[in-house]
């Protein structure tokens, strides 16, 4: 069976960090881009942030961009997203997805073959 799961969620108080991580069950995550999506409630999901399959290059939802940070660690089938300077609009389940044939649009859940099953985030003081 082939999935990814994400752990790290939970609860921070506003101004604080947390580090989401993405790992992979019955494959590798090596030649996949991986993207990061949250969906706060009443609101559509939403892309934040993915990684090529390299480590290369990474792209970033603009009201994230110098807080967040993606990483990959191919070695140990880990994909990151370090989070900082949280706040209560960061609050949602984030998603991590895994594509093997992605065009740069990181935003469309379409481009991803392989989702998990969220982990919560709650910024709250």
């Known amino acids: 069976q082939l999935q990814l799961v994400e752990s790290g969620g939970g609860l921070v108080q506003p101004g604080g960090s947390l580090r989401l991580s993405c790992t992979a069950s019955?494959?590798?995550?090596?030649?996949?881009?991986i993207g990061w999506f949250r969906q706060a409630p009443g609101k559509e999901r939403e892309g934040v942030s993915c990684?090529?399959?390299?480590?290369?290059?990474?792209t970033y939802e603009d009201s994230v961009k110098g807080r967040f940070t993606i990483s990959r660690d191919n070695a140990k089938g880990t994909v990151y997203l370090q989070m900082n300077s949280l706040n209560p609009e960061d609050t949602a389940v984030y998603y991590c997805a895994a594509s093997e044939y992605y065009s740069g649009s990181y935003w469309v859940s379409d481009e991803y073959d392989y989702w998990g099953q969220g982990t919560q985030v709650t910024v709250s003081s």
């Open positions: 019955g494959f590798t995550l090596d030649n996949y881009a």
């Open positions: 990684i090529s399959s390299s480590g290369g290059s990474a």
